[in-house]
């Protein structure tokens, strides 16, 4: 995934950092870190409330993404980065919106990456490259999928190939403390 990021940056592609719930919080952190740490255009459609409700109210929700990215003129070179609990359901709907987002992504060619917490969801199934998170207790799979979304993106947006900039405690040397 590092890899892939690192094209998608030389290409000047941009990144869609899409998530509902608690993974929704983890995109809006995620755009910051992926553009302050690596100089990668990144954007989350959630972090635009008034958008997204509008988008939901007037459309629905399994549309609330396509609609936005096709605002956005996602094309090719672009990528989607799915961070998701389940990775989306259209079986039993659940994160249709997630779905129907890769669904456009494959239309038009774009990679669609993931870090999720199951690997039968759509997510998994679909993504050019997923992160699954191993379910380490049925009953704390939300959880542990969300708090491990954010160790798995930290350590890409800081990995050596990806990283333009150094974060600021890390810029401050080492005190004894």
Request: a neutral charge.
């Amino acid at each position: 995934m590092v890899n892939a990021f690192d094209t998608l940056r030389t290409s000047q592609g941009r990144l869609f950092i899409l998530g509902v719930g608690g993974s929704a919080g983890n995109a809006s952190h995620a755009v910051n870190d992926f553009r302050k740490i690596c100089g990668l255009e990144s954007y989350a459609p959630t972090d635009n409330v008034s958008e997204l409700t509008a988008r939901i109210n007037d459309d629905g929700w399994s549309s609330v993404f396509t609609s936005w990215l096709k605002v956005s003129n996602f094309r090719k070179n672009d990528a989607l980065l799915i961070l998701s609990v389940g990775g989306g359901d259209l079986e039993r709907k659940i994160s249709e919106n997630i779905v129907e987002a890769i669904k456009l992504s494959k239309e038009i060619g774009a990679k669609t990456f993931g870090i999720v917490g199951r690997s039968d969801g759509f997510t998994a199934k679909n993504a050019d490259i997923c992160i699954v998170i191993p379910e380490l207790n049925q009953d704390m799979i939300t959880p542990l999928s969300e708090s491990f979304q954010a160790i798995v993106w930290h350590l890409i947006a800081t990995h050596p190939i990806l990283k333009t900039r150094q974060t600021m405690w890390e810029s401050q040397g080492r005190t004894n403390v």
